[in-house]
């Protein structure tokens, strides 16, 4: 079963703008992880925040984590066309199992 | 980094066949790997968890006797569709763990059942 939700499903924006995805999930968990994955392509691990962890920045990517709303939050600023991907969170439990949200596709318009 | 291979990277079966999908941790031992299968525009769906020299546990609704998952070594699980059917047809992605935190996924398996 999936875990996480994201919010939007589908984003388009034009380049240069920021784009917010968010991702709410169920239970506790030890991670959150962030993944981009083009289509038809296979996964590209964009970002892991533990679970202690309430912010985490890497390049243009910013990922806030609230335990207590169970939700994460990916912003990726100064979008590039190369960004049109589907972008997905993944949590990460004491069983070391990786859960999938649904996903947001994110296109970035020229 | 670490890789984590998976062959082949596409197949396409007849109705009735079996297929085998093969995952290798090419350069760290994975103590488990998980198996995922993703339809057209949709997430990754977690199918099984495979450990090393055990029976591999699998998700809810997940038929364990279609999908055979064997573990054989540190560095290979295989996952066989048995009598594949077209609504088999899905990418099949696997990962493994290097430790709790580390996982990797492999590239995917375009299966199509014609």
């Known amino acids: 079963s999936q875990q996480g939700e994201e919010d939007p499903q589908a984003l388009s924006i034009q380049e240069g703008e920021n784009a917010t995805m968010n991702c709410s999930y169920k239970?506790?968990?030890?991670?959150l992880q962030w993944y981009r994955q083009n289509s038809g392509r296979g996964l590209v691990h964009l970002i892991l925040?533990?679970?202690?962890?309430r912010e985490k920045h890497s390049g243009r990517l910013r990922v806030t984590l609230d335990t207590s709303k169970k939700s994460s939050s990916l912003l990726i600023t100064a979008s590039r066309a190369a960004d049109t991907a589907s972008y997905f969170c993944?949590?990460?439990?004491?069983?070391?199992?990786?859960?999938f949200g649904k996903g947001t596709r994110l296109h970035i318009l020229p | 980094g670490a890789v984590v291979s998976q062959h082949p990277s596409w197949v396409i079966c007849k109705s009735g066949t079996s297929v085998k999908i093969e995952c290798r941790s090419l350069?760290?031992?994975?103590?488990?790997m998980f198996w995922y299968r993703q339809f057209p525009k949709q997430s990754l769906m977690l199918m099984a968890t495979?450990?090393?020299?055990?029976?591999?546990?699998?998700e809810q609704g997940v038929e364990k006797d279609k999908f055979l998952i064997n573990h054989a070594s540190l560095t290979l699980s295989t996952l066989t569709v048995t009598s594949a059917h077209p609504e088999d047809s899905s990418f099949y992605i696997c990962?493994?763990?290097?430790?709790?935190?580390?996982?990797?996924f492999g590239p995917g398996t375009r299966l199509t059942v014609t």
């Open positions: 993944a949590t990460v439990g004491r069983d070391d199992k990786i859960i």
């Open positions: 350069d760290f031992q994975a103590t488990t």
């Open positions: 239970t506790s968990i030890n991670n």
């Open positions: 990962s493994a763990n290097r430790t709790p935190y580390e996982q990797y």
């Open positions: 495979s450990n090393e020299g055990s029976k591999a546990t699998y």
């Open positions: 925040i533990r679970s202690n962890e």
